[in-house]
């Protein structure tokens, strides 16, 4: 039997998840998302379980509403080129099984700047700051992970209106959840 872990980076987010599943609230970013994500798993039995990251994401691309399901997680802000000419695999990127064929740039920085989201839009649809770290404690526990996304903004100059926004993309993924369970 398959047991979920639900992963956000705020409690807003995970607001609507049902009473019965636990939640690890990781913070803001990815380092606080790898350390929270990893310290719950080290503490638990992981034979059967599946992490659910469930939160808000930005829309690198004009149109994009609803909820996503990653298949793939980028870490945008490594020097990635850097690190490879110096013989070293940056592990920037994480395939995610059973996604929708969507790409999820995951990275420290806010994202409200234009020039910026049109630079990340040129390789993936979406943008958050915590989903690389999730995903990337799981792979290194050997813990299934899906992305569960919801647009909340445009990763544009209306990122700044997010904490007004997350209340109802937390309801829409509430309602995931329930559904898929």
């Known amino acids: 039997m398959t047991r979920y872990l639900v992963v956000s980076a705020i409690a807003g987010e995970a607001k609507y998840v049902p009473g019965n599943l636990p939640v690890v609230i990781t913070g803001i970013g990815k380092t606080a998302a790898a350390v929270a994500t ?16 469930v939160g808000t994401t930005g829309a690198l691309r004009d149109g994009l509403t609803g909820v996503f399901l ?17 013989g070293l695999d ?24 234009p020039v910026l989201r049109a ?9 958050d700051m915590e989903a690389y770290g ?19 903004d445009s990763a544009d100059e ?14 829409v993924l509430g309602e995931w959840v329930r559904a898929q369970l």
């Open 38 to 53: 990893a310290r719950a798993l080290a503490g638990m039995d992981t034979s059967d379980l599946v992490v659910l990251n």
């Open 70 to 86: 990653p298949s793939e997680v980028v870490n945008h802000d490594v020097n990635a080129d850097a690190i490879r000419a110096l």
């Open 90 to 113: 940056p592990r920037e990127s994480i395939a995610i099984d059973g996604g929708d064929g969507t790409v999820l740039a995951s990275g420290d920085v806010f994202v409200t700047d």
């Open 119 to 127: 630079r990340l839009a040129e390789r993936a649809h979406l943008v």
């Open 134 to 152: 999730v995903a990337f404690a799981c792979r290194e526990y050997g813990v299934p992970v899906r992305l569960v996304k919801h647009v909340s």
């Open 158 to 171: 209306s990122a700044m209106d997010w904490p007004a926004l997350v209340d109802a993309s937390a309801k």
